[in-house]
């Protein structure tokens, strides 16, 4: 046979080897097609089956390859890989232990690093959290049982299938859930959760047709056995001194029926409550709430100064009995679906330092068993966490964590209505591929791990109880690379920190 007649044997074979190995890859991507559509733990890969799982596939090269081609650990913002793998481990139930050591730069300005004790508790002595009690006055107090909680997300920024799997996985963990200035909706309610309903400065959910503060309405949402408290918000992290931001293509019939606006028209809530001119009004305004519901309340804001919290902590050592039942202190840095790069990146002061101050300023006015401060801002990991109490708070909020715990990707596409992972979009389409029967234990496993590693902490420094620990069990590294107890740098008012 001639060179040509071999040439064309050849060629022939190379084209059915193409073809059957092109028909190899078809069958497979359906394989996998079908795969991806039918698994219910990953929402990209449920979402986008196939090419969604090249994300999985660079993050593990990225394990080998980062220290030529990516980003290193503790680079990314706002949050960072390390921070978000935490949170990946911690939802699925696996152990968050690491190999080769710590990739955190521990001479950067601020970290917090822990004292442990010389000789710590046996490991029959563990710490552990205990409950406490929030707004002693009203008729029905609230004991709440954990220290991490769900910060507020509203019923619009979120998703049907993500507020709901967030209540079920409350409820499995036992920690609240803040229903956000969105109002309540029936998956708030949905996993049988303690909750805590935030009333915004449009009043949704709780406004007469003019806008106004309905006591009705008030009535008829704390007659809700799992409504525990009532926020009221007078400012967030992201966006100090303007109001809550829904784009028109989020707000459905639905969300509208339950906030009490149009359908399909941007809801833009006023920058404060209207009527609301000063603390005197303020605490008119919790003292009525309280009264009209009988459970706890309190509110949410953020440090601009210390001023005005001098101010207002005066007028209630004169006004004790409308005092708030607690105080959430959101950081500068906190997060949000939308809102202004201005007030994001320039307005508030951050958390690390607006807590310990605001904590000293309560304990000077002698209210610290009647005012419960919760710290939220940026809080998603067990040092977060640990900081803050350390720092003097009680209680501790995260949005942004259970997030990650739902899935969350960081694309931050929340304001677009895009949502790749169905969180925060009100797309059917992509909210498929968030399985609520999968999702709310993930929220669990984070909640339950987050408490237990903070109780690990505890247990470290050498106390019997995550809130037992004090600014002296912690140091913060200072500009020269050196760290400092952080009592030296808020010191305790009389030195409490000794108690």
Not at 190 to 207: K, L, M
Not at 321 to 334: L, R, S, V, W
């Amino acid at each position: 046979m001639n060179f040509m007649g071999w040439a064309g044997y050849a060629m022939q074979y190379l084209a059915l080897l193409f073809v059957f190995i092109t028909g190899l890859l078809v069958l497979l991507a359906l394989v996998l097609f079908v795969i991806d559509r039918l698994q219910k733990g990953d929402a990209v890969r449920r979402n986008y089956p196939v090419i969604g799982r090249f994300r999985g596939v660079f993050s593990q090269l990225g394990e080998f390859f980062r220290q030529y081609f990516f980003a290193m650990d503790r680079e990314e913002m706002p949050f960072n890989r390390a921070q978000r793998e935490w949170v990946e481990g911690a939802a699925d139930g696996r152990g968050n232990t690491v190999a080769f050591g710590s990739t955190r730069n521990l001479s950067v300005i601020g970290t917090p690093i822990f004292v442990n004790a010389a000789f710590p508790p046996l490991e029959d002595q563990f710490a552990k959290t205990d409950p406490m009690q929030i707004g002693p006055t009203a008729r029905a107090p609230y004991t709440a049982k954990s220290i991490v909680n769900i910060s507020g997300m509203s019923f619009g920024a979120l998703s049907a299938p993500a507020v709901e799997s967030l209540s079920k996985g409350a409820a499995k963990a036992g920690v609240w859930m803040n229903t956000g200035e969105g109002g309540l909706s029936p998956y708030h309610l949905a996993g049988g959760c303690d909750v805590v309903f935030q009333i915004g400065t449009a009043r949704y959910g709780v406004r007469d047709q003019e806008g106004n503060l309905c006591d009705d309405k008030l009535r008829e949402v704390a007659a809700h056995d799992q409504v525990k408290m009532f926020e009221i918000k007078l400012a967030q992290g992201a966006k100090p001194g303007k109001g809550g931001i829904l784009p028109a293509e989020k707000v459905t019939e639905e969300i509208a029926a339950i906030r009490g606006i149009p359908a399909g028209q941007a809801s833009l809530s006023p920058n404060r409550h209207d009527g609301v001119d000063d603390f005197g009004d303020l605490l008119d305004m919790v003292a009525h709430v309280r009264e009209v519901t009988g459970k706890p309340v309190g509110f949410k804001t953020v440090v601009g100064s210390l001023g005005p919290f001098r101010e207002l902590f005066a007028l209630i050592r004169d006004r004790e009995k409308d005092a708030p039942d607690f105080i959430t202190i959101d950081g500068g840095e906190g997060g949000t679906g939308a809102a202004p790069m201005p007030l994001i990146d320039l307005v508030g002061m951050p958390i690390r330092e607006a807590l310990p101050l605001v904590v000293n300023l309560r304990d000077e006015y002698g209210l610290k068993d009647r005012i419960r401060i919760v710290a939220s801002g940026k809080l998603v990991n067990p040092g977060d966490v640990a900081w803050a109490l350390c720092a003097g708070a009680d209680f501790i909020t995260s949005a942004r964590g259970f997030m990650f715990s739902l899935g969350c990707i960081q694309a931050l596409k929340c304001n677009r209505n895009t949502c790749p992972t169905g969180i925060t979009t009100h797309d059917p389409s992509l909210q498929k591929g968030l399985v609520v029967e999968d999702k709310y234990a993930k929220v669990a496993h984070y909640a339950k791990c987050l408490t237990k590693e903070v109780e690990t902490i505890a247990h470290s420094v050498g106390v019997s109880e995550p809130r037992k620990m004090r600014r002296r069990h912690v140091r913060i590294v200072q500009a020269d690379g050196t760290s400092k107890p952080m009592d030296e740098i808020f010191p305790r008012y009389k030195d409490q920190t000794k108690s």
